[in-house]
């Protein structure tokens, strides 16, 4: 009983202090941010339109040009308007491509800096790449075979060249998470692809390595044309458990350089 009246006591005075807790002042720019934020949700400064200038806000929210252009560098950095020398700051059409592309950078220091987190990526890939084949396979249409038949083509044509026929392998994927018909489905496999990119090990260490991803993207496809959920999911698998090798972090890539 004592040790539940020493835990209440103590819980009550966090919440006082929490309570006359002084409120931190915002900053001149946040005040500016937050005004801008809230005229760009409400539509007033729609998609390739420009915001007042720098002189008019700075008017309008009587503030000096430092708080002004603060607020702008923080929409520019959220991806929400670009900023051209001379000319007035002009909004951005968001989609979730755009917004995906915003955590990039962030994404790739991350993955450059953690030891696990290139594991963590590859695991993330399987299990969402495995989703979209499901996904490609039951809903595909005729005119989604053709393009997805176009993409295989297309890798099979750059056999012979190392660095396109990479390029044309992550298009394969790309095309099978287009079939979703989702954009942030689309947008999340063309980042997880674009951060792998940096991790490949040069095709042209092992010869002979690309006719077998060529041939497991082959059996993807059949059975995607197929509309075999359970086959595609089982090529998939097997064909990223062993693509995944292929991705080392940059101090086992130099180690076994040197």
């Known amino acids: 009983m004592r040790s539940q009246a020493k835990k209440a006591a103590h819980h009550e005075l966090s919440v006082v202090s929490d309570l006359v807790a002084p409120i931190q002042r915002r900053k001149l720019y946040q005040e500016v941010l937050e005004r801008l934020l809230v005229r760009i949700r409400a539509g007033e400064f729609p998609p390739g339109g420009q915001l007042p200038s720098e002189r008019q806000l700075m008017q309008a929210y009587v503030v000096g040009r430092p708080a002004v252009r603060e607020a702008l560098f923080t929409l520019q950095r959220m991806g929400l308007i ?59 249409t005729a005119a989604d075979i053709e393009r997805l038949r176009a993409a295989l083509d297309e890798h099979r044509a750059a ?41 490949h090990e040069g095709l042209v260490r092992a010869p002979g390595r690309e006719p077998v991803g060529l041939a497991e993207h082959t059996r993807i496809f059949n059975c995607i044309a197929k509309h075999d959920a359970d086959g595609a999911a089982r090529a998939m698998t097997a064909h990223l458990t062993r693509a995944n090798k292929l991705y080392i972090p940059f101090e086992r890539r130099d180690a076994a350089e040197h």
């Open 82 to 140: 670009t900023i051209t020398h001379g000319d007035r700051a002009r909004i951005v059409a968001v989609t979730a491509d755009t917004a995906i592309r915003q955590v990039s950078e962030m994404a790739r220091f991350l993955l450059e800096t953690s030891p696990d987190s290139l594991d963590h990526l590859k695991s993330a890939r399987l299990f969402f790449e495995v989703g979209m084949v499901r996904i490609a396979a039951q809903k595909a």
């Open 159 to 199: 056999l012979k060249n190392g660095s396109v026929f990479l390029e044309k392998d992550m298009a394969f994927h790309r095309a099978i998470a287009d079939i979703s018909g989702n954009p942030i489905f689309e947008a999340v496999s063309r980042a997880m692809l674009e951060w792998l990119e940096r991790f």
